[in-house]
């Protein structure tokens, strides 16, 4: 049995929590959505103010080379590839998650072009991230191609001969489930397939080694993990054995090999520096910078196999409060119960159905009534299906400690034994769940 003396306690032997005077952490809210957007740093609205006031108000285009504007993809994507397992000048910062992942996945279509032309597919996962299903629609269509979507477990032999691309998402979005990406590029490599990886709710989260594994593209979020703020650049990792080799289609003037010679014909940079494309956004690297360095701020700690071994902590004390309080309530885990097969977030779905009928899901109407508690998590609906509506909730270890899961813990206990999720304030659905 776990008392919240023992949950204290573990705060108290924990290195890493003076990181979590880096944040702004409102009071009263034990925020567990991390994992959909990071808490802001003390640091950025400072940081902002002097771009906009100072480099922006009195510098104006000067601030480009007087206050380095223009270096800062490629100086803020060094900081990520600290984080991600990547080189120096091998990363840069830019565009969203989104757009980089069409820019790779039309690098890696035209390489498979080029190297395999017999090769026709995509291959990727039922339950993958719906954007990036759908940048690989759009992508498959434009070159004739097909999109093959298996489960998890299928994935292994559906790597044939046919198969051009593996993309994945590292972790699951929904289950927080983690692939073997060593494992999986080295199957994908003696097949003679390339992959491509979306790191968003693994960077900064858990430990990535993106050249270690022999990954051939990868892409990542900036507002999750990386406290980058709300639509934040996102980031693009090319393997450095191909980053010269192609081009990505969107050629956009920041991509040129000298944007400033302002040549009619398109020459694209060496390197990383051709997956920019238009005018970075300044202000919005600013955030991103300092969210960044809260992270780097655990490397004197430990760094991300620090970070990971707490993230792991928090989540296995989460699982034992609820089997020990709320095991009545036929909550059930659905995120893998082994720790080292799930990323830095927890998914639960409800296995009996509400005893009545509800306006909504009842997980829904639950992460509505926790959030007027101050737990802040979030909902992800099913489809009706095999897959089940689910009850999230991420663990950011920079800012999270055991008595707050404690709290999370006990808010759940008291939502459920009380049934405050029946009550209709918490059957309004929201735009953004
Ligand atoms: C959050 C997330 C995205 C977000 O993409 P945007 O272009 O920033 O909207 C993409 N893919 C995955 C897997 C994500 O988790």
Known sequence: MLSLQDCQALDRAD???VLKDQFVCPPGVMYLDGNSLGVMPKATPGRIRQVVEQEWGQGLIRSWNSAGWVDWPAQIGDKVARLVGAGPNELVVTDS?????????????????????QRDQVLSERSNFP?????????????????????????????????????????????????????????????????????????????VDLRGSGAD??????????????????????????ASRFW???????????????????????????????????????????????????????????LRKKSVALCETFIALVEQCCADHGLRLVSPRDAAQRGSQLSWCFDT??????????????????????????FRAGDGASQPDLMRFGFTPLYIGFETVWQAVMH??????????????????????
């Open 97 to 117: 998650t989104s757009v980089n992942l069409f820019k790779v996945l039309s690098a890696a279509l035209a390489m498979a072009r080029h190297d395999a032309p």
């Open 131 to 207: 954007t990036d299903l759908y940048m690989a629609q759009s992508l498959c269509q434009q070159h004739g191609m097909r999109l093959v979507l298996v489960d998890d477990m299928a994935l292994a032999p559906a790597l044939s001969e046919r198969v051009a691309v593996l993309m994945l998402t590292h972790v699951n979005y929904r289950t927080g489930a983690m692939h073997d990406m060593a494992a999986l590029d080295a199957q994908a490599k003696a097949k003679g397939i390339l992959t491509v990886w979306d790191l968003a709710h693994s960077a900064g989260a858990v430990e």
């Open 217 to 242: 593209f990868a892409v990542g979020c900036g507002y999750k993990y990386l406290n980058g703020g709300p639509g934040a650049p996102a980031f693009v990792w090319v393997n450095a054995q191909h």
């Open 248 to 306: 990505q289609p969107l050629s956009g003037w920041w991509g040129h090999e000298r944007p400033f010679a302002f040549t009619p014909g398109y020459v694209p940079a060496q390197g990383i520096a051709r997956y920019l494309c238009g005018t970075p956004p300044v202000i919005s690297l600013a955030a991103l910078d300092e969210g960044v360095n809260t992270v780097l701020a655990a490397e004197p700690l430990g760094g991300m196999p620090a």
């Open 15 to 17: 290195p890493l929590r």
């Open 412 to 433: 759940l206990k008291a939502v459920l034994d009380h049934r405050e999720w029946q009550r209709p304030q918490f059957q309004q659905v929201q735009t953004v769940t």
């Open 353 to 378: 159905p509400a005893p009545q009928a509800l306006a909504v899901s009842q997980a829904y109407a639950v992460v509505q009534a926790l959030m007027a508690r101050g737990v802040v998590g979030d």
